[in-house]
């Protein structure tokens, strides 16, 4: 989250005007209510394609190799970014990336599923239990 108390730069980030853009994205159904999808930086831009790191998650904890999981976009210089799932493998799996995609092919739209995995054997977490994947993303990134 951004602080902007008494920091101009980070309030222009996050103000447009009078209102306060949290990066939430949200629906609103028939009966008007809203619902809180996804955050806007969990949206993986890859080749044109919005790709929802949270649905690629919960159709990759499906699959039977996969203990772990967290999905992020990694830097592309030609579509700008590609999808990348850091994942913890269940113990004695035989993990690899070209049975993991055959399996997701079904599930989930083609320019969502990762083409690349970074196997780890454990995923980094706030006190709290949450992936920090801001970690991840440097990560990838400083490995480039």
Request: glycine share 10%; net charge negative.
């Amino acid at each position: 989250m951004v602080d902007c108390l008494d920091d101009e730069a980070a309030a222009a980030e996050v103000f447009a005007g009078d209102w306060y853009r949290s990066g939430d994205l949200g629906r609103i159904d028939a009966d008007g209510f809203v619902t809180v999808v996804d955050r806007i930086k969990d949206v993986i831009v890859a080749g044109g394609g919005n790709v929802s790191s949270p649905e690629v998650e919960g159709a990759l904890r499906g699959h039977p190799d996969v203990l772990d999981v967290a999905v992020v976009g990694r830097p592309h210089p030609q579509w700008g970014e590609t999808v990348v799932a850091v994942v913890v493998a269940r113990e004695g799996s035989a993990f690899d990336l070209a049975g993991l995609r055959a399996w997701l092919e079904p599930r989930i739209a083609r320019y969502g599923i990762p083409r690349e995995p970074a196997l780890r054997p454990e995923l980094p977490r706030t006190p709290s239990g949450k992936v920090t994947e801001h970690v991840l993303r440097a990560e990838l990134t400083a490995s480039d």
